[in-house]
């Protein structure tokens, strides 16, 4: 079966301290993988995508994300946490042949302190 | 780029009533997805169409839930009657694939808050 796992229900960091929010998926095949970010009532917002090419992809917000093949892990990144990262991230897969439905992740709460 | 568009934000009713919720996709996209979000259950895709036509209902928790999509700038998820376990937050996306193949990232409205009594 398809899937995306993110481990961690909620990351706490220090502002200024590098954050990770952790990601992994099965799926077959070569997946197009995405992270979202979502507001308090707000909808969700894309902050980047691995299609192909580099495994490091920069996103939106000085965000990026690593893509690891062997591992099938695709963490989000950032090298200095600000408060207002604080917020819920949600990591999603595209399996080629899905005709654009995404697959989403349980979501991480990540809460920035000052 | 005005987005996409949802109708309305906020809706209170009694259990029984029929709800509509509405949805405006950004113009020239071709997919158009419903999902749920809840604290119990997260995320949930309900229903998603191409090119107007549904693709995958089985999502849809049952025949209390309907959407449809008359025209390439119009959608509605309608739930009758409504029950309480309904209440959560009703977000549509949109978003450009082509045949099978979709590396455009989903657009997401704001999304409907429902409260169903």
């Known amino acids: 079966a398809q899937s995306v796992a993110q481990p961690e229900d909620q990351v706490n960091v220090a502002e200024g301290n590098p954050l990770t929010v952790k990601c992994t998926y099965s799926v077959s095949g070569n997946p197009y993988l995405f992270w979202y970010v979502q507001y308090p009532n707000r909808g969700l917002q894309f902050l980047l995508k691995?299609?192909?090419?580099?495994?490091l992809v920069k996103g939106s917000y000085g965000f990026e994300a690593e893509f690891n093949k062997s591992q099938t892990s695709f963490h989000l990144k950032k090298p200095s946490a600000l408060v207002s990262d604080s917020a819920l991230y949600f990591c999603a897969v595209s399996p080629l042949g899905s005709a654009s439905k995404i697959i989403f992740g349980s979501g991480t709460r990540l809460s920035i302190r000052p | 780029d005005a987005g996409v568009i949802q109708s309305p934000r906020h809706e209170v009713t009694e259990m029984g009533q029929e709800v509509t919720l509405r949805c405006k996709p950004i113009s020239g996209h071709n997919s158009l997805f419903w999902y749920r979000q809840t604290m119990m259950r997260g995320l949930e895709l309900l229903i998603y169409?191409?090119?107007?036509?549904?693709?995958?209902d089985s999502g849809m928790p049952e025949d209390r839930f309907s959407a449809k999509m008359p025209n390439a700038s119009f959608s509605t998820l309608k739930i009758q009657p409504s029950e309480p376990r309904d209440s959560a937050v009703y977000f549509c996306?949109?978003?450009?694939?082509?045949?099978?193949?979709?590396?455009?990232?989903?657009?997401f409205g704001d999304g409907t808050r429902l409260s169903i009594l």
């Open positions: 691995y299609i192909t090419g580099d495994n």
């Open positions: 996306a949109s978003s450009y694939g082509q045949g099978e193949y979709s590396n455009q990232p989903q657009h």
């Open positions: 169409f191409n090119n107007n036509v549904p693709i995958d």
